[in-house]
């Protein structure tokens, strides 16, 4: 009984002690974002546009050299399609900018390579849900130049929805999913990272069809950071 409760109270303070390790922060920087255009998944590099992300983190270590990072951002994706030359008699392109409050959960290794200065490597899921954005467009024809923009449509797609109701060719599934992998560096608190999203759900409403995979969110971002507490 004696030692059952020895392990017992062994157990609790290991919890409590990595429970005082666990470190919040903030963390943002710069998306650069497409969107793929290919069954294969693969995209246009021209066709890629600027954004951000922003957001929290947490930092949990489970042991001295591998934590669980989850975080909660609102991040931009999209892509752009122009044909033609700016300026020119004949120009095209339109601009599309959705906005999703994203949440991954990365397993993030840390390799030390000097005075509180970590390595780090990581990978996991994200869950995405859609909530802003626009569209723009602008053409010159003949050398009448128009141009605007609108909201962004988005469906009834979640996963605890039965069915899509709402959906259509002209809006944006709401949920979206996928995969990060991620590197970067810890300098004390501070850190600086670089990260590939993978989505892997199409992204544009009404298009179930198994033999079309195109359409699905590529984002890269490159980000910076500060975790509040004593460095590990």
Not at 5 to 32: D, E, F, Y
Not at 33 to 47: C, E, H, L, Q
Not at 97 to 108: A, D, S, T
Not at 216 to 227: A, E
Request: net charge positive; proline share 4%; hydrophobic share 35%.
């Amino acid at each position: 009984m004696t030692k059952k409760m020895i392990l017992t109270c062994m157990a609790i303070g290991v919890s409590v002690a990595a429970m005082a390790q666990v470190r919040v922060g903030v963390k943002g920087g710069w998306n650069v974002a497409n969107i793929s255009d290919a069954n294969s998944g693969s995209v246009d590099k021209s066709r890629s546009v600027n954004s951000f992300n922003v957001g929290a983190i947490a930092d949990i270590p489970l042991s001295p050299i591998l934590s669980l990072q989850p975080g909660v951002f609102y991040t931009g994706k999209g892509t752009k399609l122009e044909r033609g030359e700016s300026g020119s008699l004949a120009y095209f392109k339109t601009t599309t900018g959705p906005r999703y409050i994203e949440v991954p959960v990365n397993l993030v290794g840390k390799i030390p390579v000097g005075n509180d200065m970590r390595i780090f490597l990581g990978a996991g899921p994200y869950a995405a849900f859609g909530v802003a954005g626009k569209n723009k467009w602008e053409s010159t024809v003949a050398g009448a130049h128009t141009s605007g923009e609108n909201n962004i449509k988005w469906d009834d797609d979640t996963p605890f929805n039965d069915g899509d109701p709402n959906q259509g060719y002209d809006k944006y599934k709401r949920f979206d999913y996928g995969g990060n992998l991620m590197a970067g560096m810890e300098f004390g608190n501070f850190l600086v990272s670089a990260q590939y999203g993978l989505g892997f759900g199409k992204i544009l409403s009404g298009t179930d069809n198994s033999s079309d995979d195109k359409g699905k969110n590529r984002v890269w971002s490159f980000s910076v950071g500060y975790l509040f507490g004593g460095s590990k």
